[in-house]
Structures are given as structure tokens and as C-alpha cells.
């Protein structure tokens, strides 16, 4: 496996809770989620394993999500300045996009979302992130990414844009996913709580490892100057669960950055009760 890409500097701040959480990997982590409604009959045909989606949960939290839809999250991020200050450990930036599943039953206890994230699109020059999330039963398509270290650039028309494009070439073709973006100028459908929401259910690829992964949206990352900011776009894909290249126009999500806490292992998920 090779890449021509070498890694540049980032512009994402310095991981502010190192030493706060030292037993934990910590890291800033910048870029993109957008909400794209699917149908629910689609999602449920999308999404391995055949877990049920709590509908009761997504419309507790969105009244007004249209009826017969789901919202499939689009995630582009850059993790930065990830640290093991327990294990003197430091680890390189990378950039990973995905499609992901929120509120999943994974447990059968009826009302406790989990986050499906099976397929990831991955920094092709970070072996470490690879079998990092290899270890988590992800099957990971290491990638060129533009830009190369960081969640996302300016388009130079005052949006920003983001792209992922597998290395290699899958039966003649290449996985991707793009997300174009602009400023928002109302707030969208999707508040920064619901982000917060879908964000920190735990994650998993298959049904026997959980990462419980946790976004904190109460450090200097997410204050000002640099609130989330509200944006709509374009989101171009061909990775799984899709077999073919989707695009979807006028969707809404955020540009944030965060600061994440991340278990050191992988944990075992909780065992479905039926
Ligand atoms: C997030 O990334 C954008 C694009 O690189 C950058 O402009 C912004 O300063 C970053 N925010 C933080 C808090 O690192
Ligand atoms: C931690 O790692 C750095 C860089 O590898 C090294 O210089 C330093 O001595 C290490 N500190 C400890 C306490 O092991
Ligand atoms: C899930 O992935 C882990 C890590 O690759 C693997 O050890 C485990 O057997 C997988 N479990 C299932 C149910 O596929
Ligand atoms: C997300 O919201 C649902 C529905 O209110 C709730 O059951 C769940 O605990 C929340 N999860 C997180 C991680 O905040
Ligand atoms: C920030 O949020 C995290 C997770 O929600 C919480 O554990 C922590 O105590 C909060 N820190 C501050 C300074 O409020």
C-alpha cells in the first residue's frame, strides 16, 4: 500500500484535555457531520446486522423529522494531537469519513441508542489509526484526502470542501465521499444538542466490540472562536452500506471541533437480553 501523500501541518488547536483525562487517549477533533434523511424502509435494508431503529428516540430529540425518514449521519473528521499521557504515548494526526447508523438497539433493551460505523475511509500513511480501527472490527479503505491534515479547507467562494478517495481501486473502481459545505444562515433543522446526541451513543462495527467514544462540547475547542457553525450542502459517496455513487443536495449539519476521549482497548458491547 502506498500514498503520494505526505502529511502537513494542520491548523487544528492543541488536544486542551491531555492532562486532565491521563489514562484515557485524548485528541482535538475537527470537520463535518451532516444529517441526510433516508426512508426507513431504506435504512433498515441498509444497515447489517438487523438491528432495530428506535424512531421514538430520533423524534424525541426532532419533533418535526419528517415522517417515514431517518437520519443517516455523513462524518468527516480530522483527529489531531492525540495523546497516551499514562503511556508517554503520542499518535499522528489522520482523517476519517464515514457513513454511520445512530440509534440502534444494539442492547434489546428498547430505548438505548447505539451508532453503527462499519466502513471507514481512513489516511492511507497512518498504519497505527488503520489497525486501530481494524481492531474494532472496521473495515477500513485506506485513503487520499483533500485536504491532506485537516477536517476540511475553504473552497475559496466562502464554503468549505472535503474529500476522501480510496488509494486503491475496488472492482475497477474507487470508494469516496465528498462533503461540499457553506454557512448556514438560519439555524438548521439539526441542533448542536442532536449532534451532541448522535455523537456520543456508543459506536460499534460489529455486535462484540463498543467504543465509548465521547465528544466533549465544553472546551476552549467549541467556544469562541470557534463555535460550531451551522452549514448546508452537497454530499457525494460511493462506500458501504451504498453499492452505488449517491449524491445529496440541500442537506444540513455543522462544522465543529471538539475535544474526544477515547478507551484504550476496545470494550465488549452489551449482550442483546432476547
Ligand atoms: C477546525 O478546522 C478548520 C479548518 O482547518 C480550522 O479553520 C479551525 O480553526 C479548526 N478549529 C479548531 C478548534 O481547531
Ligand atoms: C516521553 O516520550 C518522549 C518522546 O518520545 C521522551 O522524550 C520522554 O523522555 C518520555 N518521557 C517519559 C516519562 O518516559
Ligand atoms: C468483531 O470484530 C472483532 C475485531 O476484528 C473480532 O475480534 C470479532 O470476532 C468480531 N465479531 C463479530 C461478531 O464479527
Ligand atoms: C440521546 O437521546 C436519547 C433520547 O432522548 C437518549 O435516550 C440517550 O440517552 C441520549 N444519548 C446520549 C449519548 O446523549
Ligand atoms: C465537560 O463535559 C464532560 C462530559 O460531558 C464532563 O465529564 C466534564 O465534567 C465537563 N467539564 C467541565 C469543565 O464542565
Not at 465521499?177 to 449532534?195: D, G, K, N
Request: charged residues 10%; glycine residues 8%.
Amino acid at each position: 500500500m502506498s500514498s503520494a501523500q505526505s502529511a502537513s501541518a494542520s491548523l487544528d488547536q492543541p488536544n486542551p484535555i491531555a492532562a486532565q483525562y491521563p489514562d484515557l487517549v485524548s485528541g482535538t477533533l475537527n470537520g463535518t457531520t451532516m444529517i441526510v434523511p433516508i426512508a426507513l424502509e431504506l435504512a433498515r435494508q441498509l444497515i447489517p446486522g438487523g438491528y432495530a431503529i428506535l424512531e421514538q428516540s430520533f423524534r424525541s430529540l426532532l419533533p418535526s423529522f419528517p415522517a417515514g425518514m431517518y437520519p443517516m449521519m455523513v462524518s468527516a473528521k480530522h483527529d489531531h494531537d492525540i495523546q497516551l499521557p499514562a503511556y508517554n504515548l503520542s499518535i499522528p494526526d489522520f482523517t476519517r469519513a464515514a457513513f454511520e447508523f445512530p440509534f440502534l438497539d444494539l442492547s434489546g433493551d428498547g430505548h438505548t441508542p447505539y451508532r453503527l460505523q462499519d466502513t471507514v475511509l481512513m489516511t492511507a500513511s497512518n498504519q497505527g489509526a488503520i489497525s486501530g480501527a481494524a481492531g474494532y472490527g472496521i473495515k477500513v479503505y485506506p485513503a487520499d484526502l483533500d485536504p491532506p491534515n485537516d477536517g476540511y479547507r475553504s473552497d475559496g467562494n466562502g464554503g468549505n470542501y472535503f474529500s476522501a478517495t480510496s488509494v486503491e481501486q475496488v472492482d475497477g473502481v474507487s470508494k469516496f465521499l465528498t462533503v461540499a459545505s457553506t454557512p448556514c444562515a438560519r439555524e438548521p433543522p439539526y441542533p448542536i444538542e442532536f449532534i451532541k446526541n448522535i455523537t456520543n451513543q456508543v459506536v460499534f462495527a460489529n455486535s462484540s466490540v463498543c467504543d465509548n467514544y465521547q465528544l466533549l462540547f465544553n472546551t476552549s475547542l467549541t467556544a469562541p472562536p470557534f463555535e460550531p457553525q451551522p452549514v448546508t450542502g452537497t454530499v457525494t459517496g460511493l462506500l458501504e452500506p451504498f453499492t452505488t455513487p449517491q449524491t445529496w443536495t440541500g442537506v444540513f449539519g455543522w462544522n465543529y471541533a471538539t475535544a474526544f476521549l477515547e478507551p484504550i482497548a476496545p470494550q465488549a458491547c452489551p449482550k442483546a437480553s432476547s
